[in-house]
């Protein structure tokens, strides 16, 4: 079974691989318009040629549209090396997503913790709800799916994320998903604002980290 993040992450660095050939038998000049114009042309001949399995299709036709529209302010090759550094981190040597386990949430809630984020954990969530910050930074999860979410990993002594998670919150997206990732964690959105908690927005841990679109992106380290 070809699972996203795999496939994905063989695309970009694929692409990235070829560009940098490319440049190297001075095919294409070191530029962002000739490199914007490589990709771009790049990106369509994969579709047309379906390079990739299936679940890559729509994120192509996406990257095939933006190229188009956009141009070099597309800028896919940043995507592209975002993207391939971003799963190089959750993965081992073999390509192979490392487990999230509940010391890996555990330790994510505690560091937004320690950033001055409220963190609640401890009530079950089944209908739209109301929940008060006073201006503070927020994360919500509901205690009964958070307790199902994870369960023993076989063969290991520690529980994994067996189910997809989701998490609301309120305050520095992007502080969220660089806490998030320094714990092993990527995050997929479903919505910035409106969701089940009032005022906080979705985004859901998927087990292995295998979301089934783009992920949101850590600030990349310089």
């Known amino acids: 079974m070809t699972l996203f993040y795999q496939e994905l992450y ?21 530029n962002p318009v000739s490199e914007a114009h490589y990709i771009s042309a790049w990106v369509t001949k994969a579709i047309k040629q379906h390079r990739y399995e299936h679940c890559m299709a729509k994120t192509l036709m996406q990257w095939q549209q933006q190229a ?18 971003t799963y190089a981190g959750i993965m081992d040597d073999q390509h192979v997503a490392h487990t ?29 709800v109301k929940h008060h910050t006073d201006g503070q930074a927020s994360l919500v999860v509901c205690c009964k799916k958070l307790d199902e ?54 985004y859901i841990i998927h087990p292995d980290n295998n979301g089934n679109h783009l992920p949101e992106l850590p600030t990349r380290q310089q």
């Not at 188009?68 to 550094?85: C, T, V």
């Not at 999230?100 to 001055?116: G, M, P, R, S, V």
């Not at 998670?165 to 919505?191: E, M």
């Open 10 to 30: 063989k695309l970009v660095t694929e692409g990235l691989a070829e560009l940098q050939a490319s440049q190297d038998a001075g095919k294409t000049p070191v």
């Open 68 to 85: 188009r529209s956009m141009g070099q302010h597309a800028q896919l090759r940043l995507l592209f090396e975002n993207l391939a550094e």
């Open 100 to 128: 999230i386990t509940d010391a890996n949430f555990q330790a994510f809630c505690q560091q937004l913790e320690q950033q001055d984020w409220q963190v609640t954990t401890e009530y079950e969530i089944n209908r739209k």
């Open 149 to 202: 979410a994870f369960d023993v990993v076989e063969g290991q002594n520690k529980k994994g994320l067996v189910k997809p998670l989701s998490i609301f919150i309120r305050g520095n997206t992007q502080a969220l998903i660089d806490a998030a990732f320094a714990n092993g964690l990527l995050l997929y959105k479903v919505t910035d604002y409106k969701s089940i908690v009032k005022y906080h927005g979705e």
